[in-house]
């Protein structure tokens, strides 16, 4: 169940506004992005800081701060080019809330770790978001966590679309999740490919690796 969390007062930063500059500071930005951006996004704030000083909670497996976002929109939808954007000029752990016009929320957050071959950079993997929600959903309290790691996990786990499998790491599932995309593609193309072909033995040969990928796939989501 798609999850909106009431952030604790203590987490709240004093100065909220991001500048527009910081986010197009890291990395060169293409005449493209810079229009989506414009077209996309009204304004973005820092909503929560959850560290050690404002949870009492200490780092732990590699996070030792998680900054919570709140991208409001001038349209209906945040391309997840934009998202991705914003995200990697953050350098430490993330989670998003997305506002329409409306005022529907949706959630989003990437999984994202320090560069084994360069700690001073971050990897992000690919965003994952939940369902629109009304503005009124009722927020859920922070998730019962030993220490930052341990909340990022539940964060995440809270808008990825799979649940985790028992005793699996976090890394682990992002690895999953990462291929079950990738699976999800390949039976995409096979479904496509079957449905366009005229000839029996072909149309039996593609079934069979379609029948294949998907046995595959669903493997990947709900185990062997």
């Known amino acids: 169940m798609p999850a909106l969390f009431d952030w604790p007062p203590k987490a709240v930063p004093q100065q909220t ?12 930005a293409s005449a493209q992005m810079q229009r989506l951006f414009r077209e996309e996004v009204e304004n973005i704030h820092f909503i929560a800081a959850l560290k050690q000083e404002s949870l009492n909670l200490p780092p732990g497996g590699a996070v030792s701060e998680i ?38 929320i949706q959630a989003a957050a990437a999984y994202k770790r320090q560069s084994e ?7 992000t993997d690919s965003h994952y978001r939940t369902v629109w929600l009304p503005a009124d959903f009722e927020r859920l309290p922070l998730p019962t966590a030993v220490h930052l790691g341990q909340l990022y996990a539940a ?25 079950i995309k990738s699976q999800q593609r390949e039976v995409d193309r096979l479904a496509k490919q079957l449905s366009r072909e005229t000839q029996f033995n072909r149309r039996v ?16 989501t709900h185990g062997d």
């Open 17 to 28: 506004r991001v500048p527009k500059a910081r986010l197009f500071s890291h990395k060169r």
């Open 67 to 104: 900054s919570v976002l709140r991208i409001t929109l001038r349209a209906s939808e945040l391309s997840d080019r934009v998202l991705t954007h914003i995200d990697t000029g953050i350098p430490r752990a993330t989670f998003f809330e997305i506002a329409r016009p409306n005022g529907e």
């Open 117 to 123: 071959a360069d700690m001073t950079k971050w990897v």
């Open 155 to 179: 964060l995440l786990r809270a808008v990825w679309p799979y649940k985790a499998w028992e005793g699996e790491s976090l890394s682990d599932q992002a690895e999953r999740l990462h291929k």
């Open 205 to 220: 040969e593609i079934n069979e690796k379609y029948k294949a990928a998907r046995a595959e796939l669903l493997a990947l």
